[in-house]
């Protein structure tokens, strides 16, 4: 059954529907029964529409496609847990002023839904709502403010947002949890607010929540009534909670989860894992059913677990926890759920070039698929339905399905309250309303606020329509099925396979699904297969060279006459054999680069990309042009290569910036003597190779090996008509000079270098989230990238329990052999880059925050990755090329000159900013303007042709790598002018007249 859930993930969208249009046993009658009730209910409901809780009028109101929504979703997330007056200021006031608060005015009378109530919670009296009040409420808000003063509307906004917090809310604790739930006779299934856990200290922290839980939960379950439960999110429990880690995580994991279900099965307290991302499911799955095989669990009932109607996968899961039932002699409680990470599973799929997509992209083919899941469930006797919904539809489907089988409802705190109490009024053997609670503190809200208004916040949802009057009852509750046939079973036509989104321009390259364990280890196993002992060629002599550059000299007059469209070609030729070739590469990339794979995987993608963007702007961009101009004459724009192009590419990206400095240069009609860099030369020598198996002529790319003294030899001949150089600043410069010192043309010269890359941080960020891209973007790739941080400024006022968790974070890293999966931090490149990492570190003595802890035998080849302190930007004025991180704090008022500082180091390749206010994002940018800005994300890994990559200043000279302008570089540019009159008439001319 495990297989069948694999192989269902990969099938296609529409192959996937018409299997389940084949697995539903719905008649017709059913069908037509279940809209006949399901539109009964929504009259009912909206006969006692007044009845509703305000939740529910907020997200009917409120979500995420207005900008008020959005505003409110920012300030709730981020207001109560910013430590600082004048940053909690700033965001208030860009959120007040910026949303469009105009076509929420006077809806409603609630606490965020009527103007009146907003001037009471800011001034603590009510403004009357006249004329004289602007047609744009913000302009309101922000002279209410004005009128105020920013200290009174931040306290008011605080007590709002807490309004609106405790309707979220069920408890700040497990015990107000419980006791409330007591008070109002609540059945709950309690879920412990928080995001992941990224520390040890944080997942043993989450642990004992669990536990506590488990034993409030127990002390107040009693016989009178059905039991509370609790759900878990093992992401909660283990820092490395990824597919990579999968030994790890099932060990160590595990054992936490068995000592939780003990005390579960102990104190006969129901407990269900949480359905998380979708690379996660297999590793859940796995872990789960040793669970259901413990005999420490006895014969024990209560271990549920939450399957997401949205995934392709969801019915062969509930299929496999259908034997899984019978194998182990247990009732396996199932919540049943749309899902909530729909939008993050389809960025991620496209990021990552996967295949398809592992969720539905139509919203009727999920209301689909969880009508197929719901009757798989009423049809295991080893499951016991737990029937999550808020649709009409979905309570009166279930009614009709069960048959007399017991299950029970569920429905979110503060929503859906209205639905299920007209459903009890019109369906008197309504079974059990299960309340899923949050508990916790408004700081840990955010990722469950997400969650909610993705689930429930779009303008489709049936939360937001099924009280509006102004809609049809038949528009609003409507038959998936019929909706789907309609349509054939098509995908969504907006939203296009991974490999599409680039519409006719280009393919997007293939990655890899590290959640599906099968793919992995069959890659692994290819890896291995094709893998080859190094066997690096010697230097070029100096007559190897001067043949080299002969060759391509020779060639050129061919290929200048060769089409763009040939050119093109060419380049898609390279791409194919790389692509297929990407196992033999991975190995290379591993044994003599120290990629780890997802590392050596995505260089591979980015070198596929590289060729196909420049074949598709070659054949855009060289096409010869007719330019207007007066009548009587033609003018016509072409272009030419230069002539041999030199291509000096690094080690850190032996591949791709490789391929893409020759893909260029091909592209743009130059020949290419590529060299490269001399610790990676057998990558080199293969994708050359790889590239000769196209339709390129023979002559037209020639590769030389060697060091600094090669490449010198090179680019002193007057042959060589550009050079293009990623390196060092100090090797760019003297590569200028000796261009500069050579008689002849001035020729181009396209250098990309490093910086001292910068990350500022304000109080606003959530910062489980800011940790997550710190890790990511400095010791990445062992820190051996341009793009790399190197120096992360922090607001003072979270800089303690940011660096405490960055540190903790860090120890988790795993360095070692980049063969190994579960390896974060490969080898160094070479003994000599090694040692300056050492003596540098060393030379900083007490500012050392913390380093790694490296095993004896990593010394002679790894960096421990490296935290370390400074007082101010300029401390820091060298590019230090490893995974080593520089903190320094800075205080509010100094945000302006933190970012001057940046920018006067004169470096301008990438820049991190990591803010919720979107002023002082806009502020930095434009302030430090780096080559690339990054906001709220990770610094590395530029995609071709969406963030085209270089820098300025000591960073680079431009153009960017992957980018429109880039190609433009490599060519010359010839007009024709042809007086066409000069022979005679202007014919053209006498035709267009009456003359």
């Known amino acids: 059954m495990r297989a069948r859930v694999t192989a269902v993930g ?20 059913d069908r037509s029964q279940i809209l006949d009730d399901a539109r009964e209910l929504v009259r009912e409901c909206r006969a006692h529409a007044a009845d509703r809780s305000f939740l529910d009028q907020f997200m009917a109101e409120y979500g995420l496609s207005s900008s008020a929504g959005i505003s409110l979703m920012c300030i709730c997330e981020a207001l109560l847990r910013i430590p600082d007056e004048s940053t909690a200021d700033d965001l208030l006031a860009e959120r007040l002023s910026t949303a469009d608060w105009a076509e929420h005015l006077g809806h409603a009378d609630s606490v965020f839904m009527n103007f009146s109530t907003w001037g009471l919670l800011l001034s603590g009296k009510t403004y009357a709502l006249h004329a004289d009040v602007p047609s744009n409420p913000g302009e309101w808000l922000v002279a209410l403010v004005a009128r105020i003063g920013e200290a009174a ?257 569920q429905r979110l705190h503060g929503m859906g309250e209205l639905l299920y109490l007209r459903a009890t009024a019109l369906f008197p053997d309504l079974p059990l309303v299960r309340v899923y609670a949050p508990v916790g503190k408004f700081r840990d809200l955010l990722s469950y606020l997400v969650r909610r208004l993705l689930e429930n916040g779009a303008n489709a949802s049936f939360v937001n329509r099924f009280l509006d009057d102004k809609l049809p009852i038949a528009e609003v509750v409507q038959d998936p099925i019929l909706i789907l046939e309609r349509d054939a079973f098509q995908v969504n036509p907006k939203i296009p396979l991974p490999v599409a989104i680039y519409g006719a321009e280009r393919q997007n390259s293939l990655g890899i ?85 997802a590392d050596a995987i995505a260089e591979i993608r980015e070198a596929i990309d590289f060729c196909r963007y420049y074949a598709s702007e070659t054949e855009k961009q060289f096409v010869s042009q007719a330019l207007r101009g007066p009548t009587g004459e033609t003018n016509q724009l072409t272009y030419r290569g230069h002539g041999v192009f030199a291509c000096i590419a690094p080690w850190n990206f032996p591949l791709a910036i490789f391929v893409g400095q020759i893909a260029a240069a091909l592209a743009a009609g130059n020949t290419v003597v590529a060299k490269p860099a001399v610790q990676t030369p057998c990558v080199g020598r293969c994708a050359i190779e790889l590239l000769r198996r196209s ?17 010198k030899q090179v680019i002193l001949d007057d042959r060589i008509a550009g050079v293009a150089f990623t390196g060092s600043f100090a090797t760019a410069k003297v590569i200028q000079r000796s261009l500069a010192a050579r008689e002849g043309p001035i020729v181009p010269f396209i250098a990309e270098t490093g910086g001292i890359n910068a990350m500022v941080v304000d109080s606003s960020v959530l910062l489980e989230q800011t940790v997550d891209d710190i890790i990511a973007s400095a010791f990445g790739s062992a820190g051996q990238r341009c793009s ?50 050492n003596q540098y570190i060393a030379s900083k003595g007490d500012a050392v925050i913390y380093h790694h802890a490296l095993q004896p ?139």
Request: aromatic content about 6%; charged content about 20%.
């Open 857 to 995: 035998a990593l010394h002679a080849t790894h960096c421990a990755p490296t935290i370390i302190g400074v007082n101010a930007v300029n401390a820091v004025n060298e590019e230090v090329f490893g995974p080593v991180l520089h903190v320094m704090t800075y205080a509010t008022a100094q945000w302006r000159t933190t970012l001057e500082a940046i920018r006067d180091t004169g470096y301008g390749l990438t820049l991190g900013v990591q803010t919720r206010i979107d002023r002082r994002a806009k502020e930095a940018v434009e302030l430090i303007g780096a080559g690339n800005s990054y906001i709220n994300r990770n610094m590395i890994g530029a995609t071709v042709g969406v963030q085209p990559f270089g820098g300025h200043g000591l960073s680079g000279t431009g153009p960017k790598a992957g980018g429109p302008s880039y190609l433009m570089r490599f060519a010359r540019e010839l007009v024709v002018t042809n007086n066409v009159v000069a022979t005679g008439g202007d014919t053209e001319l006498l035709r267009t007249t009456e003359y």
């Open 153 to 409: 509307v931040r306290s008011a906004m605080s007590q709002a947002v807490r309004i609106l917090g405790n309707e979220f809310v069920f408890g700040a604790t497990i015990t107000d949890a419980v006791s409330r739930a007591e008070r109002t006779d609540a059945v709950c299934s309690f879920d412990m607010l928080g995001e992941g856990a990224r520390t040890q200290v944080a997942a043993a922290a989450y642990f004992d929540r669990y536990i506590d839980g488990l034993r409030g939960i127990a002390a107040a379950n009693d016989t009178d009534k059905p039991p509370s439960s609790m759900s878990i999110k093992l992401s909660a429990l283990h820092p490395r909670y990824e597919p990579l880690q999968r030994d790890r995580v099932e060990r160590e994991l595990g054992e936490r989860l068995l000592e939780l279900a003990k005390l579960a099965a102990a104190t006969n307290v129901q407990l269900s894992i949480d359905a998380e991302e979708a690379q996660r499911l297999e590793m859940s799955l796995d872990l789960f059913a040793k669970l259901a095989h413990a005999r420490a669990l006895g014969s024990w009932q209560g271990l549920g677990f939450v399957v997401q109607a949205y995934s392709k996968r969801a019915i062969a899961v509930i299929e496999w926890l259908g034997t899984l039932a019978r194998e182990t002699g247990r009732t396996i409680p199932v919540r049943l759920v749309k899902g909530a990470y729909w939008d993050a599973e389809i960025k991620k799929a496209q990021a990552e070039g996967l295949v398809g997509y592992p969720v539905f992209t139509r919203k009727a083919a999920t209301d689909f698929s969880w009508l197929v899941a719901l009757e798989r469930l009423f049809a295991s006797d080893g499951l016991f339905p737990q029937v999550a919904t808020h649709n009409a539809y979905g309570v009166a489907a279930a009614l009709r399905m069960a048959q007399g089988r017991p299950f029970e409802f």
């Open 10 to 29: 990969r099938s296609a969208e529409t192959n996937a529907l018409l299997e389940l249009r084949k697995l539903t046993a719905l008649s017709t009658e």
């Open 513 to 597: 699904d590290f959640g599906d364990h099968d793919l992995v280890s069959g890659l692994q196993a290819k890896v291995a297969e094709n893998r080859i002992e190094l066997s690096p060629p010697p230097p070029s002599s100096n007559p190897a060279i001067t043949k080299a550059i002969g060759n391509t000299h020779a060639a050129m007059g061919g290929w200048s006459r060769v089409s763009e469209q040939e050119r093109a070609n060419v380049l898609m030729q390279w791409a194919s054999g790389i692509e297929s070739h990407s196992a033999q590469l991975i190995g290379l990339l591993q044994q003599e680069a120290g990629k780890t794979l």
């Open 788 to 837: 790399a941080l190197r120096l992360l400024c922090v607001q003072e006022d979270v800089a303690k329990p940011l660096i405490e968790m960055l540190v903790h974070a860090t120890k988790l890293l795993i360095v070692g052999d980049p063969t190994n999966l579960v390896t974060d931090v490969g080898p160094i490149i070479d003994s000599s880059e090694l040692k300056r990492l």
């Open 695 to 711: 339709d390129l002529p023979g002559g037209c790319i020639e590769i030389v090996y060697g060091d600094a003294a090669v490449g």
